[in-house]
């Protein structure tokens, strides 16, 4: 999930999403067409959005991402300064005239700051839209086609993830190249085995679901079965991982950057960093800005990331459950409470 | 269905000397989600020593949460309130904090339930569980032997070495087994089975079953089933009690229960039962069942008998016989009286129900 | 056990080989002169060419190359360092030590202090102490590193003057014994800090919901009416069966904390193989760069392996299942 790239394994998924393949409430009941309909996810995206931002994090994360995003965009308008001229002296400090301070050479902090979100947040996006696809389309095949090609492509994919993410950037980006365009592409190479493998396991259990089955039955063909039954149930949890996967882009670019191994034409956090390296013992501030950037918008990504999680996977209430000591057994415990069934009365074994 | 030919009706109802178990006026309600459920209401069972006794109901009737109130694992939290008394040998259980329940548990009671697989330990070997239950007293190897003699008293021959294996490595009936001897590690003097076979295979329910029956004879342990299933509930139990929507609705012994069952619901449950009505007659059990959370006064089963009538709109309490024996509905009233004709339906049942 | 062990063991060769694979790929994708990626930084005069040509098998065919870097590997030689003066392996393994030094402290940091953590709000209880928890591991996943290791040379080394700025150790004159040890220790400190919180963010996540959905569990209900107490049930069902999870987590982290120390190396100016990483990038030394990263490798599938084994050992199911 960060860059020095920890994996998550087996044993972690960080979201198990139950598929839904129930018919909707809003849709009519007991026609044979009902097996047919675009899966429920669709129907209930309408209340999607209002769940989303109802969450602590979908607001924040909202928040967080219009502001850096409109920081990227309108860099040119928001910043007071060319990010690359030398516009005063030199260690100038913050909240005087120039409310981030000068660098070592004398260009304005605040400017390189706005305009270091544009890399940030491309890296960000990109990437993380590249492992979906690569993650989605692998790990896709893997678990619908099973068998040889499943094995073959899981080897793959433990390949690019027994290499830390990191390393690989760095090795790759010093070999071949540095600019923007390979720095996206590497950072997506490096991170789409774990989409892949949550893309393989969703695939895997859903290809045998009575949904997929009755489609076969009647006759649809296989781009309809993956594109339209399959696949918008799949994708929950895997974008919530590119969510995830985003941040850690982020951080890698960041990494990069501070290494010496960034796009060098354009301003970036992890560049600020890099220079105020070298300048830590004479000067703080150098180093405080930028890190608080890579900071924030690696939040707006893992936030959305979260809330997504809770939008689509309820938790239910915690109860404690060494409450079944007739008191607590320790001082209360929080876990989750099985989850209820319909109607709010505890499933089962409760009653 | 027919009764088994070893049980006659047994006139030294109720035993002689305090029950084993006696619960009185048990009333849980849960707050869920700003609703009040109540599970249970004015729950009155009596388990004495050595008795088998049975309790009845579908899912939702609050049987299971009975059950664990009489262990002492109600959940704490979210509870709009819990009135009543649980005597537990003597002790009132009902309300008690951890370390006293423990002791008050010990050697008293003990419970196995519907999923072995899931109450116990996966990591653990299968008789060091059995030996944590153990009295403490007991040196390290005894214990061994003991967990050995507990097995085999479950049903697993000693030749199969079940305690040195993990429960994953057992099949379902023999994991039952195992829980089985677990909850007889602290020799208890009543045994609560929670749908002890409901997820197991006919074949094993059978035998396991039979486990049970022998050791209740054996040991002279009070059983305390906990089903739905009333093919279960002939076979082994001495007396009944039937649950609907968080009441007892009816309690008799095992004979009169299934020959003259008195109160609608147990009689419309019994004529559904396959094979129970060789001509086709009988009314349906439509319907399903209230939510506990949304419940109206009067009678709960109201909405679904045929009989109901005027009166039912009141809260129903329990009609107690002089033999002990307790039917909740307004058409005892009458029959107590002498009116045979008051209980329609009944000799229709009688006519035509025992096969 | 021994099944799944031998499985295991076999399942990491091919893997190990086939990083070697794609690194060689990656080479042929190299834009320049090959025999001037050998060298580096230095013209190479036209007659050593031929010789370097036939010592490195270049005018030979792929596969061919790769066999014969194998085949050096195996007998520990990686090659020739023109800028470093030195054969590739001494200073790899010159470095090594250094790096594994700081990752081991890390991992043992990590752990120590994330199965702490990610067991208190179970412990504990209550929304608080697991909002805490949470916030904590949120910002732990998202801090980057290297700026992390900043702000502590910036306050604890710069403004508090507890502990040195950068290095290993001091140039001249270093303690020995135990002030020695002392001295180690206080060098130690902040990079092994920095390194240690990705990971640390993770398992406490880890052992926190693990934690949790053990104490969740039926079995739980069966300890209690056994009659154990609770801290028995913590010790026995739910620590030990929560603490499964994790141990997979610490193992693979080992690896990813390989990755962050070539941040932290840089940051904190200390000697191991991930400065030596990038100082060969700068100095555009190939065959330390390859060098390195089949090294690096190496032992994180080394790792992953163990800790694979360890799960096997502790975890009956598994075994099982495979």
Known sequence: MTVDGVPLDEAVTPVEVQPRDEVSAEAPAGAIEDIYLPPSFIHSARGWLRRFVRTKFGLVSIILMVLLAGM?????????????????????????????????????????????????????????????????????????????????????????????????????????????????????????????????????????????????????????????????????????????????????????????LGDPSMPSWGKMLQDAQS?????????????????????????????????????????????????MVLRPLATSWRRPGARGIPEGSVL | MSIPASRTPTDDYPAEGSPLLDVRGLTIHLSVRDRVVKAADDVDLQVSAGECVGLVGESGSGKTMVARAV????????????????????????????????????????????????????????????????????????????????????????????????????????????????????????????EPTTALDVTVQAQVLQTLRHLHQQRSMAILLITHDFGVIAEMCDRIYVMYAGQIVESADAVTLFTKPRHPYTRLLLDSLPGRRQDGSGQLLTGSIPDLSMLEQGCRFAPRCPFASEPCKEDQPLRIRSNGDAVRCVLEDAAEDGGKASHPGLSVVEAGGHT | MITYSVRRILHSIPLFLSVLIMMFILLQLTPGDPIQDLIGAYPVPPAYRAT????????????????????????????????????????????????????????????????????????????????VVNVGVVAGFAIPTFWFGQLLILFFAVHLGWFPVSGMGPLFG??????????????????????????????????????????????????????????????????????????????????????????????????????????????????????????????????????????G??????????
């Open chain 1, 72 to 260: 990227a965009l309108f860099a040119p308008t928001l910043a007071p300064y060319n990010p690359n001229s030398i516009v005063g002296p030199p260690f100038a400090s913050p909240f005087g005239h120039y409310l981030f301070g000068t660098d070592e050479i004398g260009r304005d902090v605040l400017s390189n700051f706005i305009y270091g979100a544009r890399v940030s947040m491309v890296v960000g996006a990109a990437s993380g839209l590249l492992a979906l696809l690569l993650g989605c389309v692998i790990g896709g095949l893997a678990g619908y086609l099973g068998g040889v090609v499943d094995v073959v492509l899981m080897r793959f994919a433990e390949l690019f993830m027994v290499i830390p993410s990191l390393i690989l950037a760095v090795v790759v980006v010093a070999l071949l190249g540095s600019q923007l365009l390979y720095i996206v592409l590497i950072i997506g190479f490096t991170l789409w085995p774990q989409e892949a493998r949550i893309a393989r396991s969703q695939f895997l259990t859903l290809r045998e679901r009575d949904f997929v089955h009755g489609a076969r039955v009647a006759g649809f063909r296989w781009s309809h079965i993956v594109f339209r039954e399959i696949l918008p149930n799949a994708i929950a949890p895997v974008i919530v991982q590119v969510t995830l996967d985003a941040g850690s882009a982020i951080l890698l670019e960041a990494g990069l950057s501070f290494l010496g």
């Open chain 1, 279 to 327: 300048y830590l013992t004479t000067n703080q501030w150098l180093s405080i800005f930028p890190g608080i950037g890579i900071l924030f918008a690696v939040l707006a990504f893992n936030f959305l990331g979260h809330a997504l999680n809770e939008v689509m996977n309820p938790r239910a209430p915690r109860v404690s459950a060494l409450s079944l000591g007739g008191h």
């Open chain 2, 71 to 194: 262990v002492g694992l109600l959940p704490t939290v979210k509870l709009d309130r819990r009135d009543g008394e649980i005597f537990l040998d003597g002790t009132n259980i009902l309300g008690l904090r951890t370390k006293e329940l423990r002791r008050a548990r010990q050697g008293r009671v003990s419970m196995i339930f519907q999923e072995p697989a899931s109450y116990l330990n996966p990591t653990m070997r299968v008789g060091k569980q059995i030996a944590e239950a153990l009295p403490k007293e007991a040196a390290r190897g005894d214990q061994t032997e003991t967990v050995r003699t507990l097995l085999v008293q479950a049903g697993l021959p000693r030749g199969q070495r079940v305690e040195r294996r993990y429960p994953h490595q057992l099949s379902g009936g023999m994991k039952q087994r195992a829980m089985i001897a677990l909850a007889l590690a602290s020799n208890p003097k009543l045994l609560i089975a929670d």
């Open chain 3, 52 to 131: 370097l040509v036939a010592e490195y098998h270049l005018n030979q065919s792929l596969p061919a190359r790769f066999v014969y870097y194998l085949w050096n590997m195996l007998h520990g030689n990686l090659g020739y360092s023109y800028a470093g003066h030195t054969s590739v392996t001494s200073l790899i393994f010159g470095a090594l030590p250094n790096t594994l030094l700081l990752v081991a402290a890390g991992t043992v940091v990590s752990m120590v202090f994330g199965i702490l953590l990610g067991f208190l709000p179970v412990l504990m209880g209550g929304r608080f102490v697991d909002g």
């Open chain 3, 174 to 311: 270093a303690d020995t014994g135990i002030a020695g040890i002392f001295q180690h220790i206080q060098y130690l400190t902040l990079p092994v800090l920095a390194l240690s919180i990705p990971a640390l963010a993770n398992i406490t996540r880890v052992q926190q919901q693990s934690g949790l959905e053990a104490l969740g569990n039926d079995y739980i209900v069966t300890a209690e009416l056994k009659g154990l107490s609770a801290g028995q049930i913590i010790r026995r069902h739910v620590l030990r069966n929560s603490l499964l999870p994790v141990v997979t987590v610490i193992g693979y982290g080992f690896g990813t904390a390989m990755a962050g120390t070539v941040l932290i190396e840089n940051v904190f100016g200390w000697p191991g193989i991930g400065n030596l990483l990038i100082l060969s990038i700068n100095r555009r030394d190939n065959q330390v760069i390859i060098g390195i990263v089949m090294v690096a490798a190496a032992i994180i599938i080394l790792t992953n392996l163990v800790t694979d084994l360890i799960y």
């Open chain 3, 313 to 322: 050992a502790l975890d009956p199911r598994i075994r099982a299942r495979s």
